[in-house]
């Protein structure tokens, strides 16, 4: 893989990239991302969740902000921080970032998206044996609905780093690990059993979509490329690319290699962004 020229903000696209950071992580997870486009001369925003102002090392040592966080809450927040720009960014989504950042479009905000190793939106029912070992941690006891969820160092090196090294692992799981939201991942399990659109829905046919490219690394267990591929065959309106990268596990953004990644998701963002949309949430 060879390095990308990557464009500097050009007079009337967008300036501004947002990062949406998933599950089990913080925004701390785009450290690398954040200063390698900042280089490039853009504006870079990291929102975390509500309760996540606070460092990795404090969720870890009191998680119950995490126990009561719901989608629509994340939502909300994520909206009043793109909401408010001049300019619609560019999203880039990871993980259940990359739900989070197809819901931001659905409803208006954006310029284009991209997702990396992305959670599924509703409707998308892939259930890979790899997804389900990754996430039964969370699962294995219905209480753990009601709770903010932790992965051990060795669930955590099969989910998200299993194409590195031990003591990468480790490293990586001391500096981003933090617990997840049991509230929202049942949630989203059940979403498909009820009738009416959840809190994950979109509209897969939505007229004035704005382009949106799938980023899959080859290698991942809790979100392997199948959940990606059918969840963009679920959009029939737009501009929905999807490519796989071999080789690649979860924690994409951390693994060795990811600045071509980054610079290609950002050239490919630029060449698409919507151009006709002068206003974040324009409709």
């Known amino acids: 893989m060879t390095d990308i020229p990557t464009p500097r903000p050009a007079a009337g696209g967008p300036d501004t990239i947002v990062l949406v950071h998933g599950f089990w992580v ?20 990291t929102p975390g969740y ?35 720009l001049e300019k619609p960014p560019i999203i880039i989504g990871h ?35 790899s997804q389900l070992r990754s996430t039964f941690v969370a699962f294995r006891n219905p209480a753990n609905r009601h709770r903010a969820v932790g992965l051990s160092p060795e669930q955590w090196q099969y989910a998200f780093t299993n194409t590195f ?10 500096r981003y690990h933090v617990p997840a939201s049991g509230r929202i991942l ?5 979403a498909n059993f009820m009738p009416g659109p959840q809190d994950a829905a979109v509209d897969y046919g939505k007229a004035d979509r704005v382009p949106l490219l799938f980023i899959s690394g080859g290698e991942d267990h809790i ?10 065959t679920h959009y029939t309106s737009g501009v929905v690319e999807i490519e796989e990268y071999p080789g690649y596990a979860h924690l994409l953004p951390a693994q060795a290699g990811w600045p071509a990644i980054a610079d290609h998701a950002l050239e490919w963002a630029v060449g698409h962004a919507a151009p006709e949309r002068q206003a974040a949430g324009q409709q």
Do not use: C
């Open 186 to 190: 049942w949630d989203s399990v059940l």
């Open 223 to 232: 979100m392997p490329p199948s959940v990606q591929r059918s969840n963009a």
């Open 26 to 45: 913080t925004p701390r997870s785009w450290e690398n991302w954040k200063a390698h486009y900042e280089a490039k001369g853009y504006r870079v925003l």
């Open 95 to 129: 993980s259940a970032g990359g739900t989070l950042t197809q819901l931001l479009l659905d409803r208006g905000y954006g310029a284009v998206g991209v997702t990396l190793n992305s959670a599924p939106t509703e409707g998308v029912r892939v259930l890979p044996l």
């Open 50 to 84: 509500p309760g996540f102002e606070v460092e990795v090392e404090a969720l870890n040592a009191d998680p119950a902000v995490i126990a009561e966080l719901t989608l629509p809450t994340i939502m909300a927040h994520l909206e009043s921080v793109v909401g408010a």
């Open 165 to 174: 090294s031990d003591e990468e692992s480790r490293a990586l799981y001391e």
